[in-house]
């Protein structure tokens, strides 16, 4: 097997161009096991670990990047104020050697629907950057993923960072269900961002469907729904109505991590909960 190992971003584009069928990595923590498990062989790795642009983060006009290689464990210490859903996800995401080495970009990388960053960067509005040598292009985040394990990235493409707003007076919560507390695959999973500013709810679904995915009709629903002037209680009615949309909204499979209308019943909970951590964040009653 071909290492490529290119220590610039021109390197690793011109790496990935001449040899698109290299698969790239960056934590190691999909990657590897699926080397070792011998469910892949690919001819060439390209290891971008050396690749500096990959582990910054910084404002770009009114939004922040954070670069793909920038890891959970840096989500939690250093982007907890502005990304809180994407760093509650974080903290739940394997252990902390995992976090320690797992990057967002990866997880955006392998695209699998139980990807816990994916739920909290829909719910954000999250933006993928991609480059190759052909140029650089940004795709929301909710356009991003085709299918289990697959996206829009081209083969001569790499994922370059994130772009979201910054919360700045936004909510955002995360909740997952797990068959224990840590180093679980999610059954399910959920995020939601409310900005009162723009009087909108963002929501993103993990792990119930083919891929990541919103539940507008909750968003919208929700929206007109709330107290946002007076941040008066959520009755009960419209956070049960709102796990219910957001429960329709899956499209989950019966499999060995639980069944479909399990996994409905619990979005439809840990909806309503995350609901009322983050309106009470918002000083809601
Ligand atoms: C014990 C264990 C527990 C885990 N627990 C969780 C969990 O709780 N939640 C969760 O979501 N995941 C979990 N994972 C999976 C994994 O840690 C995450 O998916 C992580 O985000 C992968 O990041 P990485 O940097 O290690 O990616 P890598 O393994 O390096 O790469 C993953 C994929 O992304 C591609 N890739 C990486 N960087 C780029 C780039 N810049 N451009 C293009 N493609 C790229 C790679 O080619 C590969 O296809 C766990 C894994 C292990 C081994």
Not at 105 to 132: Q, T, W, Y
Not at 262 to 281: F, I, K, M, S, T
Request: with cysteine; hydrophobic share 45%.
């Amino acid at each position: 097997m071909e290492f490529l190992q290119p220590s610039t971003w021109d390197e690793a584009l011109a790496a990935k161009a001449a040899f698109p069928d290299a698969v790239p990595i960056a934590g190691g923590t999909d990657v590897m096991v699926d080397l070792n498990f011998d469910r892949h062989r690919p001819p060439a790795l390209l290891d971008l670990t050396r690749v500096d642009d990959l582990t910054g983060w910084g404002s770009d006009g009114d939004l922040l990047r954070v670069g793909a290689g920038v890891t959970y464990r840096r989500i939690v210490d250093e982007l907890g104020t502005p990304l809180p859903g994407l760093a509650a996800a974080s903290r739940t995401v394997g252990s902390p050697q995992i976090r320690n080495r797992g990057t967002v970009g990866g997880n955006l990388g392998s695209a699998s629907p139980a990807g816990d960053a994916h739920p909290a960067l829909l719910a954000a509005g999250a933006v993928v950057e991609l480059a190759s040598v052909r140029g650089t292009r940004r795709v929301p985040v909710a356009e991003f993923f085709t299918g289990p394990k697959r996206s829009v990235k081209a083969p001569d493409e790499l994922i370059a960072a994130f772009l979201v707003p910054p919360a700045d007076g936004r909510a955002e919560q995360f909740a997952k269900v797990g068959t224990r507390n840590a180093m679980v695959i999610a059954v399910c999973a959920f995020a939601v961002a409310l900005d009162p500013a723009a009087r909108s709810v963002g929501t993103g679904i993990g792990s119930a469907g083919p891929t990541p995915l919103r539940a507008p009709d909750a968003e919208e629903f929700l929206a007109g729904a709330l107290d946002w002037e007076g941040r008066g209680p959520v009755p009960p009615t419209v956070a049960a109505r709102f796990g219910e949309l957001v429960g329709a909204a899956a499209r989950p499979i019966d499999d060995v991590r639980g069944s479909a209308a399990y996994r409905r019943h619990a979005l439809a909970v840990l909806a309503r909960r995350a609901l009322g951590w983050a309106w009470n964040d918002l000083g809601g009653a």
